[in-house]
C-alpha cells in the first residue's frame, strides 16, 4: 500500500508541476526543470496505467493543497482511504463494471453457457473440435471491458488447455472452435481471476479476449508450454 499511496501523490506532484508550467507547454529551461518534467513523464504513465480514469485536475488541486498546507487529508487518512479502496471499493466497482460488461456482450450477439461465460465465435475452425489435453498454439489479445488493451501476442504461443495451466474461461471456450478457429470471450471474473485478482489483474475483473488457434497438438504437450495466459 505504501507504493499505490506513494504513486498517487508523487503523481499528483508531477502534475501540478506541468499544470503550472502550461499543462503540457513546460518551458524545461534547467536541470532542475527537466528532471522535475521526467518525473511527471514517469509518475504520470504509472497513475494512468493504475487508473486511466483518473481525474487530472484533482490530482494537481491534492498537491497544491499539500504544497499550501490546507489538505483536505491527511497523509495517515490518504493512505487509509487508498487502502480500503483497494481491498473493498474496487472490489465492488469492477464486480458491477464486469456484470453490464457481459449484459452488453450479450445484447451485441454474444452466446453465453451456463457458467455466465459469453462469447463470439468469428470463425468455427476445423470440424474436429479442440479438447482438453490438447496442446496448442494461439495468437491472443487480452484488454479489460472499457478497451483498455493489457497483453497481446502476436505470434502463436503454445498452451496446454489444462486445469491448472489456464484460467476456466479457455477451458470452456476453447473446445467450442477448432484449429485456425477464432473466438472472442467476455470472461467474467469468477472465470478468470476471480475476487482477489492475480499478477496485475484487478479484484473481480471481468476480461476480453480475442484468440485465434493456429495449431492443434491432440493431448500431447507442445513444446514450451509454461505459459499462463494472465
Do not use: H
Not at 504520470?44 to 489538505?71: E, P, R
Not at 453490464?100 to 451485441?108: L, Q, S, T, Y
Not at 489435453?133 to 501476442?153: C, T
Not at 496485475?200 to 493456429?214: R, W
Amino acid at each position: 500500500m505504501k507504493k499505490v499511496f506513494i504513486l498517487a501523490a508523487a503523481s499528483v506532484a508531477a502534475f501540478a508541476t506541468m499544470t503550472s508550467c502550461g499543462q503540457g507547454n513546460a518551458k524545461l529551461t534547467t536541470d532542475m526543470d527537466t528532471l522535475a518534467y521526467a518525473i511527471g513523464t514517469d509518475l504520470g504513465s504509472m497513475a494512468f496505467q493504475f487508473d486511466s480514469t483518473l481525474n487530472a485536475d484533482i490530482l494537481a488541486a491534492a498537491i497544491k493543497d499539500v504544497y499550501a498546507k490546507t489538505g483536505k487529508m491527511t497523509r495517515e487518512e490518504a493512505g487509509a482511504f487508498i487502502q480500503e479502496y483497494m481491498t473493498v471499493g474496487l472490489a465492488r466497482k469492477n464486480a458491477a463494471a464486469g456484470k453490464k460488461f457481459i449484459e452488453e456482450a450479450i445484447a451485441d450477439g454474444a452466446d453465453t453457457l451456463a457458467s455466465g461465460l459469453a462469447y463470439k465465435i468469428e470463425e468455427p475452425g476445423a470440424d474436429t473440435k479442440i479438447a482438453l489435453g490438447d496442446s496448442i498454439y494461439v495468437k491472443y489479445k487480452l484488454s479489460l471491458p472499457n478497451g483498455q488493451q493489457l497483453e497481446q501476442a502476436d505470434e502463436a504461443v503454445p498452451m496446454l488447455l489444462q486445469e491448472g495451466m489456464l484460467i476456466k474461461g479457455w477451458l470452456e471456450g476453447l473446445p467450442l472452435i477448432g484449429e485456425g478457429g477464432k473466438i472472442t470471450l467476455y470472461t467474467p471474473a469468477s472465470l478468470a481471476y476471480g475476487e482477489m485478482g492475480n499478477r496485475g489483474i484487478a479484484p473481480n475483473q471481468a476480461l476480453k479476449f480475442d484468440i485465434e488457434v493456429t495449431k492443434v497438438v491432440p493431448g500431447t504437450v507442445a513444446k514450451d508450454t509454461s505459459a499462463v495466459v494472465r
